[in-house]
């Protein structure tokens, strides 16, 4: 059973003109480094709510189709009981958002990390070994009884980090985790992700702008365009097929338009997203009008 499915999903804001998730069908597997792309406003930071469980519960709206995370449906029942389960002392979700100020409360660094294990009802002991455990992973050892502003940004994003990642859930979910970070920073947040992904038995999401950022990492990458899914693979093949769209000077969503018209007619396999045979794809293109 996948950790995360979401199957023909449609999300549309309360009082919105139109949808800002359109049919998104996806899977997510525990190991997985999910980087997510696309351009501002294409609905990323949604697509991140919904996985999360968040959304319709905690923003409002009009959800079609089905969100099921840890077997279970998002929609159904109340969100505390799937998000922290009281059978389990890890979380199933946690998520930290674009803006890491608005996370990184007016505590000390262990002050805000202690703050959401309280909701998994561990012991002192628990939390305390948990804290130590965090803190020396993301390398904020150092800084524990620091307050928020005296920490730089990418210190801000790593105790961000850390307190989602103290509840150590299955699924992790990183909402442009490097916006406003230096090259070096940005090396060290992918760098972290990349120990995550091989030491702990988790999902990790990362959303980005760069797909050449995210294919350091991840092993899947998907692109969001105008709340569609419209790409979606392995890094080679995402990377690949992005140049040949512009060659031949198809933009996203045409894209998934054509390539299902497509798949329709045969002239490419349905395998991976849209686009799996890129020659057959590139002369089936050529030859519409
Ligand atoms: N609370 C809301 N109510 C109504 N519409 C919203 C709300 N939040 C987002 N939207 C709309 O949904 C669409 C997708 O927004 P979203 O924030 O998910 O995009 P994004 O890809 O994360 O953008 P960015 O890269 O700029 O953060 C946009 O058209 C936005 O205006």
Redesign the pocket.
């Known amino acids: 059973m996948p950790l995360l499915e979401m199957s023909d999903v449609t999300f549309t804001?309360?009082?919105?003109p139109e949808p800002?998730l359109r049919n998104v069908t996806l899977n997510i597997e525990i190991g997985d480094v999910v980087g997510l792309a696309?351009?501002?406003?294409?609905?990323?930071?949604?697509?991140c709510l919904t996985m999360a469980g968040l959304v319709p519960h905690s923003?409002g709206?009009d959800l079609d189709g089905t969100v099921r995370l840890g077997g279970r449906d998002t929609e159904a029942g109340h969100l505390g009981d799937y998000l922290c389960p009281v059978d389990s002392d890890r979380a199933l979700v946690a998520m930290t958002f674009?803006d890491p100020e608005s996370q990184v409360i007016g505590m000390s660094v262990e002050e805000d990390l202690a703050f959401g294990m309280e909701n998994l009802g561990l012991s002192r002991d628990v939390m305390r070994e948990r804290l130590d455990w965090v803190l020396d992973f993301v390398g904020l050892a150092d800084l524990r009884r620091t307050f928020p502003f005296a920490l730089s940004g990418g210190q801000k994003q790593r105790v961000a980090i850390a307190a989602a990642l103290v509840m150590q859930p299955r699924l992790l979910i990183l909402?442009?985790p490097t916006s406003e970070l230096d090259p070096q920073s940005r090396a060290e947040i992918y760098d972290l992700i990349h120990q995550m992904s091989q030491r702990l038995e988790l999902a990790v999401v990362v959303?980005d702008?760069s797909l050449e950022d995210l294919a350091t990492t991840a092993n899947r990458l998907l692109v969001?365009d105008r709340?569609a899914l419209v790409c979606q693979g392995g890094p080679d093949e995402v990377l690949r097929q992005i140049p040949l769209l512009q060659q031949v000077g198809i933009r996203p969503p045409d894209v998934a338009v054509i390539g299902a018209a497509c798949i329709e007619a045969g002239l490419v396999e349905p395998a991976v997203g849209t686009l799996s045979d890129e020659t057959r794809l590139v002369d089936a293109l050529r030859t519409l009008p």
């Open positions: 804001y309360r009082g919105a800002s696309g351009a501002s406003g294409a609905g990323k930071t949604t697509l923003t709206g674009q909402d442009e959303v702008h969001l709340g």
